[in-house]
Each structure stands twice: as structure tokens, then as C-alpha cells.
């Protein structure tokens, strides 16, 4: 490499970069369903006003704040422009009142390209810049070309010392093909992961197929009643309407996998990994391997008997959600479980070949005990009302207690932990088997708890969080949760190395 001074570019030399003119367009989409959510509030006090509804004074109001809503996103995507200089991004909006935004190139977590099925048509892609500060994306850029995304993102990648752009004329290492997704594998994860946005749209489903029986098959039913009553049809009737609800749940949540990962393909592209996918909106994920916090192995009974698993990796990028997809920056939903060692190296290297035989500690004894006075208290909750309304057929309810209880014991003997020199591995629950993996280098935090009943059982929890996201330890002793809070984070370097001088990052003209 030269060792001559690499040119700085001023500010004033760096020119400012403006959205595709179709941009506005492809907000359209996502502004309009910001204006729905306006009129749906609007619809709930209508339905109390009786049928004459609310005033059009009010609806005046709602129609006014809707537009204004609509003008104003239209109006910031319209003058939002944005540029790379001083090692950092830059993104302005606005006129009469402009907000700046300033993101440090070494900051950035993860960058995300987005082309929903609108944007798709226009040819054009949404950019997200993620760093450590908050669950929403520092920078949304919606309205770029694909090869000015990708122009953004190799600079910022350069800004760091990382990715092609940084060493001109180096051998650029070939890109290697980690993990595909094929069709069938897709739909085996769908219909295993069974999850809260799954459960509500076959709700709704229910909800239109409960109108349709009222309207359609009821009429019937009563025309044929003496066939319909006789003895053993009610059992019949119960069994094919409980298949058709579990196979509408595994056909919604099949199709969702498919609208979400289908193409999915994860590659390493040396200092980065990068995963697409998506049917109808096509997602793009670029992950630094070094801002890597924890990686997690979640394993349900019925993919492990089918011989597969899914990988989430989490870097410091705060994201929210109820379901994992939502939550980890990077999922893996196919990995076969003969792979699984050789993908979790990838993502930590300090991993040993087979994880599953590490000698994992088992929870503390009378974490049991607790375990199972909560099955007894939970099970009681639901079986004595039931029995109460139900009679004789309530009491088929109390069948929970044992069934609570196996599950308690299955879920305490399969828990474990351990601690090497470099990671803490954390293994919890049977059916739903979620193995994490931490590096001791990235824990930023260690807290031990001890709730009233851990006190009397003389046990307490053990909480690692690392930036963006945590995990708990099974129960432990208290002494040993105690003495764990000095024990688990790595020692680190004190001496910092002296930064190397900035490459010139500046956009292609």
C-alpha cells in the first residue's frame, strides 16, 4: 500500500445527493396506511353515534388532518437529500424547518435494503442505516436506485476500513454461499412456527367462515337434522373441524414463510455476512461480523424430529417484535441439523465443533419445586372455572395437572449452562429448545435477582445483557449468582490502537 496522505474531501467539495424523482411515489403506500390508521380511530365513535354518525364538522377535522399528514411525508421525502463526508453520513430534510441527521460511519450495525412490491414496480429500493441508539432506524432513505444503495453502503463500508471499496487494487476475497432456502423447507418452517400474526389472521379468517356457516350450511344442517344427530356425529364433527382449523393454521403460516423468505440466501462476503430474500417486499441484510453479539439456536420439538433448525443473529441494532423474525437483524430460517455446527462457526468462530456435548451445568435443584407450583397454580386457575360453568365436562380440564407438571420437569431437566473462556452458552426448554451463544467480550452487564419465593428457595437468576438484547441463566444458587456477576465478563484491552487515517468514501457523481 502507498504510504502517501490520503486527500480529505472539504465539506464544501462534497455535493449533496437528492431521492429518485419517483420517490414521492413510493411513499405513497406507506403514507396512505398511516392515513387509514387517522380514519380508522375516526370509524370507532362513528359505530357509538348511531346511525347518525358523527357530525361533518368532525369529519371536516379528520379529512384535514389527513391530508395534512399526507403533505407533510410527501413534503419530507420530496426535500430529502443526503451525502457521506467527515466519516459519516449525513441526511437533511425540510425547508422552512430542516432536520439534519448525522450517523458515524463506525457506529452503523446494520444496513438494510428494502424494495416493497410498489417500490419494485418503480425500480426503485428503501435504505435503512441501523446503529445502537434505538429500536427504529437511524436513517431511512425511501426512494433510492439500487445502484446508488449499493454505492451508499460500500461507503460506508470503505469509511471503515471494510468491504471492496477500501483497499483499491486488493484481491477482493469471492463471495461464499453460507445458507439457501428451497420451497419445501420453507413451507416445513411456516407450518412449524406458529406464531401471534399467524393466530390472528386465522381468527379473522374464522370470524368470515362463522358468517358463511350461518348463511349457508346452518339451512342445511336443519333440513337433514335426524342424519346429523345421530349418535357419534357430534365427535365427528368436533374432529374434522379441529383438523381444518390446524391445517388452515399450517397453510396461513406456510404462505407467510414463503411471501417472507422465498429466494433466501446468505453469503460471506468476507468482513460482512448479507442475506436476501422475500417474494412480494425483497429484503436485503448487511451484518458486520464484528458488531456479532449473540447468536441463538431455537429448536422445536417437532423441527428437530424433522431434522432442521433456525439461526438468529443479533448485533447491537435495538429491533422490536414479538416473533423472531421481527426481533434478530439476520434469521437463518432452514439449517439442516448435520450443518448446524459448521453455519454457528461462522457467526463465532470460538465455537466448539459440537456444541450439544459441552458440559452444560443443570439448573439449581428447587428450581423444580418452584416450577411446579406454578404448573399446580396455573392449572387450578383454568380447570376450577371451567369446571364450575361446564359441570362434568369442566372437570376433563384438570387432565392440565399432570400434563403441567411433565412439562415443568421436561423444561427443568433440559435447561443448562456453561462457560469456556471465550462464550456462555445458555440452553433453555424442551419443547422449545433455545440455545444462545454470548461472547464474554460483548457482555456489557451482569445483574443477579432473587424474587421473594427465589429467596426462600435460596436460588435467584442471572441476567447477561449485551448490547440490543439479553438473556437469563436458569435458576442458580444465590451464592453462585452472586459470585457470577465478577466471573462472566472477558477482561478486555486497555490500550486503544491509533486510528488509521480515513479513506476518501465520496458517492459516485
Known sequence: MSSEPVAMATPEEVP?????AKAPLAALVPLSGMIARVFLGALLPTYFAGEHGLPWGAWIIVGGMALSLLAAGLYEVATTSYRVVDAQLEIRSGVFTRTSRFIEAARVQNTEVLQPFVSKLLGLVEVKVETASGG????????????????LIQALQALRGEGPAALPGAVVPEERVLSEASLGGLLLYGATALGVGVIAVVMGAMHEIIETFHKLLLPWMEAHWDAVAAPGMGWLAATVAALAGLFGLWLVSGARAVLQFHGFRLVDTGTHLRSAGGL??????????????????DEP????????????????GVRTGKEASDRAELLVPVVPTARMPELLREFVPELPDAHSTLPFQRAHPKALLR????????????????TWFLGAWGAVAWLLLPAQLLGAWFDWRFQGWTVTDTLVVVRQGFWRRRTTVVQRSR?????????????????GHVRIDVAGSHVLLPSVGWEEAQSLIDVLPARRPTRRAVPAPQPDARLPA
Not at 449533496?16 to 429518485?20: F, G, P, S, T, V
Not at 427504529?136 to 454505492?151: I, M, V
Not at 412480494?280 to 439456536?297: D, E, G, Y
Not at 424433522?306 to 447491537?316: D, I, K, P, Q, Y
Open 16 to 20: 449533496w445527493r437528492r431521492l429518485n
Open 136 to 151: 427504529k432506524a437511524d436513517g431511512h432513505l425511501r426512494g433510492l436506485t439500487p445502484e446508488d444503495a449499493q454505492a
Open 280 to 297: 412480494i417486499t425483497r429484503r436485503q441484510v448487511t451484518v458486520r461480523r464484528a458488531r456479532i453479539q449473540q447468536v441463538v439456536l
Open 301 to 316: 420439538l417437532l423441527r428437530r424430529t424433522l431434522g432442521f433448525g433456525s439461526v438468529e443473529v443479533e448485533t447491537a
Open 371 to 386: 416450577a411446579r407450583i406454578r404448573a399446580v397454580g396455573l392449572s387450578v386457575l383454568m380447570a376450577a372455572p371451567t
Open 443 to 459: 457482555i456489557q452487564s451482569v445483574r443477579a435477582r432473587q424474587g421473594p419465593l427465589e429467596r426462600g428457595y435460596g436460588i
